[in-house]
Nanobody
C-alpha cells in the first residue's frame, strides 16, 4: 500500500501547479483523502480534503478560492490544483488517505489519517 505524490516544483508568485497523488494497493474509492503541507520550522498544516465520493470538499482559509481538490476514483488519484500561488505557499506537500470519516471535523486533523505519501516540494518565488 503506497501513495505517490508528484507535480511539485519551482514557480513564480501568481503561477500555478497541479499536484497528483496515486494510491496503490487499496480500495482508494472507499477512503477520504487530503493534502497537508509543512514549511521549514513549522508544523504540518491542513490544506484541503475531499470525501470518498468527491461530493464534499474542505479547505484551509489560507487557500480557499485559490486551490481546488478533486479526485478520480477510477484512476486511484487525488489532485490539488493550486492557482495564484504565493511565497507563503512554499512547503512540502503531503497527500494522505484515511477514514471514511463520520464527522466533518476529522478531515482537518492529520492524526485521523493513516496513510501518507512521501511529499513533494513546492517552492514559490517572489
Amino acid at each position: 500500500v503506497q501513495l505517490q505524490a508528484c507535480g511539485g516544483g519551482l514557480v513564480q508568485a501568481g503561477g500555478f501547479l497541479r499536484l497528483s497523488c496515486v494510491a496503490s494497493g487499496r480500495t482508494f474509492s472507499s477512503y477520504d483523502a487530503g493534502w497537508f503541507r509543512q514549511a521549514p520550522g513549522k508544523e504540518r498544516e491542513f490544506v484541503a480534503a475531499i470525501n470518498w465520493s468527491g461530493g464534499m470538499t474542505y479547505y484551509a482559509d489560507s487557500v480557499k478560492g485559490r486551490f481546488t481538490i478533486s479526485r478520480d476514483n477510477a484512476k486511484n488519484t487525488v489532485y490539488l490544483q493550486m492557482n495564484s500561488l504565493k511565497p507563503e505557499d512554499t512547503a512540502v506537500y503531503y497527500c494522505t488517505v484515511g477514514g471514511p470519516f463520520r464527522s466533518d471535523s476529522y478531515f482537518r486533523k492529520s492524526d485521523e489519517y493513516d496513510l501518507w505519501g512521501q511529499g513533494t516540494q513546492v517552492t514559490v518565488s517572489s
